[in-house]
């Protein structure tokens, strides 16, 4: 069974720009997670989607949105990038909400 | 807020036991899970603790005290590839996942 993928790996942006990332989760997982991940503030939780529904929402500002299509995958989006958007954001999938998760190997958006 | 703590840094010596802590806020506790994370690589999970008491999986064994807010993992027998972060997420009644900022463990031969 494939595992979680997320496109791009890496991603170089200049200030103001928008970017999309992608998320394929595990064939069958309904549940979908999103992380950033920064040397000095750890995992960070961005949203949770479960059938196309937001269930939850971390603490970042307005630029950061997502959404989740009927077949589970998903996609984040930042809007005016800053330069503190510097991250991994990684994706992670599971059956059901309060299962397990799986991670993908992260999408590496640097800001310039 | 729902502050996990957990110490930045630990090393230990190959064929060493090391204990991990993590102290977490109990109110709307749901669940504890362990995952390992190897620099430059995603997170993998290694334990899911929701009731008291001891899980052992193989060289790794998650302790859960849900009234004192505290879990360990406990690493037996180590090996090299242990060196890597060990990260604590608890799950509150509000169904998100929060994560401590990671242990580094250094495994020295």
């Known amino acids: 069974k494939a595992g979680v993928t997320q496109t791009p790996r890496y991603l170089i942006k200049t200030r103001g720009q928008q970017v999309t990332l992608s998320c394929s989760p595990i064939?069958?997982?309904?549940?979908v997670s999103w992380y950033q991940q920064t040397p000095g503030q750890g995992l960070q939780f961005l949203f949770e989607y479960f059938s196309e529904t937001q269930r939850n929402k971390g603490n970042f500002p307005g630029r950061f949105s997502g959404r989740q299509f009927s077949n589970s995958r998903s996609e984040m989006n930042v809007s005016t990038l800053e330069l503190g958007d510097s991250a991994l954001y990684l994706c992670?999938?599971?059956?059901?909400?309060?299962?397990?998760?799986?991670f993908g190997p992260g999408t590496r958006l640097t800001v310039l | 807020g729902q502050n996990i703590d957990q110490p930045t840094e630990m090393t230990a010596t190959e064929g060493a036991i090391v204990q991990i802590n993590c102290t977490y806020q109990?109110?709307?506790?749901?669940?504890l899970f362990w995952y390992q994370q190897h620099a430059g690589e995603a997170p993998t999970f290694l334990s899911y603790?929701?009731?008291?008491g001891l899980e052992e999986k193989g060289r790794f064994s998650s302790f859960l005290s849900r009234s004192k807010g505290y879990s360990y993992l406990l690493l037996k027998e180590l090996q090299m590839k242990d060196s890597a972060s060990y990260l604590c997420?608890?799950?509150?009644?509000?169904?998100?996942?929060?994560f401590g900022t990671g242990t580094r463990l250094q495994v020295f031969p």
């Open positions: 064939s069958g997982h309904r549940s």
């Open positions: 603790n929701v009731l008291d």
């Open positions: 109990t109110s709307g506790f749901n669940g």
């Open positions: 992670a999938s599971s059956l059901e909400v309060d299962n397990e998760q799986f």
């Open positions: 997420a608890v799950r509150y009644n509000t169904d998100k996942l929060i």
